[in-house]
């Protein structure tokens, strides 16, 4: 009798996901515990695995296609009598991006993407962009002997190539011969479905605009202190942790206080309740290819400042890599996020609900500021904090950020309010 490979247990809020390729084809043998299929949900991509040895019989659900939990992806047969005969196997590779467009004869690096390395070699970053560029992924060599193939590796071979695009665009028919001039061959447009991921959101951004009462408040933080405490401690901190000093862990030590200190910032509504919580799981921003993921830190209060720069250091790899967990993404009392790293000055971040409260950091820049009645250059660092107005008032919202300023501006009482 086959036995049926099923959608399972997203997680956490995650109900639905996307078949995004088939590892097998009708008729492979497969292995239990193998990965056959790749889901990608609105937070990670998902390998679903066969559950005994076998044959794959027959592929219910083709990529591309949404599918919930519970849902038949496909079957594996024991005995291989039910494999589906095919004159021949037919490459697990998801349908075209839009049917309206004129398709062109497929070129040899698409033909050969059947060819590619194995998916444990790979990344499902890298995989991914492979696909949308038609790149065939044997030709992509791994910056290390044996190392698998990441989204830097695909970077660079598109990099070495000498023409422009892997498959020109097909010329628009015309009726009649026109004079050509440089600017029609700027002219070409795309057509990209969109990731899942990349759907989740934009529907809860624009969800959380509709149902919270979202303001932000501003303040500015010299960072004179913690750069100097920086300088002088990194090498000492790198050489006993195995880890650079960041700013990273400042900032979410000087939150846990600030949460401490208004508790309210650290709850959620629920119909007509509050829901205080009295424990820290922050939430770390990380822009990653696929759309922004927002990892947790477990009870960050008990955390040392290596263990937060490590943990971030980790999630960081994993997000590129394509290996974060569901669980790493589970719940989060209150999210931090630094727009600073790609170089903004100031921004309004958007609440992650059901949480009311989110921190936003900035490039840290030198500016004159006004110090014992004398002007003088410091580096300053705006900071933003975005919360929910329904639980929220303004005085608590200034305060708590007037708090981050002070536990940061004088690091030390960071080993006592964070």
Do not use: C
Request: charged share 25%; net charge negative.
């Amino acid at each position: 009798m086959p036995t049926q490979i099923v959608v399972p247990d997203l997680g956490e809020s995650v109900i639905e996901a996307t078949v995004a390729r088939w590892l097998k084809n009708e008729g492979d043998p497969v292995t239990s515990g193998e990965a056959v299929v790749v889901l990608e949900t609105d937070k990670v991509d998902l390998e679903v695995a066969a559950g005994r040895d076998g044959v794959l019989g027959r592929i219910e659900r083709p990529a591309g296609e949404d599918v919930k939990v519970g849902d038949v992806l496909g079957l594996v047969d024991e005995s291989g009598a039910g494999a589906v005969s095919k004159p021949a196997a037919q490459p697990a590779t998801p349908p075209p991006v839009a049917a309206s467009q004129p398709q062109p004869a497929a070129p040899p690096q698409e033909s050969a993407a059947a060819a590619a390395p194995a998916d444990d070699r790979v990344t499902p970053v890298a995989r991914r962009m492979a696909e949308e560029q038609h790149i065939d992924l044997s030709q992509v060599l791994p910056k290390s002997a044996g190392s698998r193939i990441t989204k830097e590796d695909v970077e660079r071979y598109l990099a070495s190539q000498s023409q422009p695009a892997a498959r020109p665009a097909p010329a628009a028919p015309s009726p009649a011969p026109r004079p050509s001039s440089a600017a029609d061959g700027n002219r070409r447009e795309e057509r990209i479905r969109m990731s899942r991921r990349r759907r989740t959101i934009a529907q809860r951004l624009v969800e959380v605009q509709h149902t919270a009462a979202m303001l932000t408040t501003f303040n500015e933080i010299d960072m004179t202190a913690v750069m100097d405490l920086r300088t002088r401690r990194k090498e000492a901190f790198q050489k006993r942790n195995g880890v650079s000093l960041g700013l990273s862990s400042f900032f979410i030590k000087a939150a846990i206080g600030a949460l401490k200190a208004f508790p309210t910032i650290n709850a959620e509504i629920e119909g007509d309740e509050i829901i205080v919580k009295h424990y820290y799981d922050i939430g770390v921003a990380i822009g990653a290819t696929e759309g922004l993921v927002v990892p947790v830190l477990r009870d960050a209060d008990r955390m040392s400042f290596a263990q937060i720069e490590q943990a971030i250091k980790d999630y960081a790899r994993q997000t590129e890599d394509g290996t974060l967990s569901l669980e790493a993404l589970r719940g989060g009392t209150f999210t931090i996020t630094n727009g600073g790293i790609f170089g903004s000055l100031m921004s309004t971040p958007i609440l992650n609900p059901p949480q009311v409260g989110i921190l936003g950091l900035h490039k840290i820049q030198p500016r004159p500021v006004a110090l014992n009645d004398e002007v003088v250059i410091r580096p300053m660092m705006y900071v933003a904090l975005s919360y929910d107005h329904r639980i929220v008032d303004g005085r608590e919202a200034v305060q708590f950020l007037v708090r981050i300023k002070e536990l940061v501006e004088d690091p030390e009482s960071l080993l006592i309010e964070g």
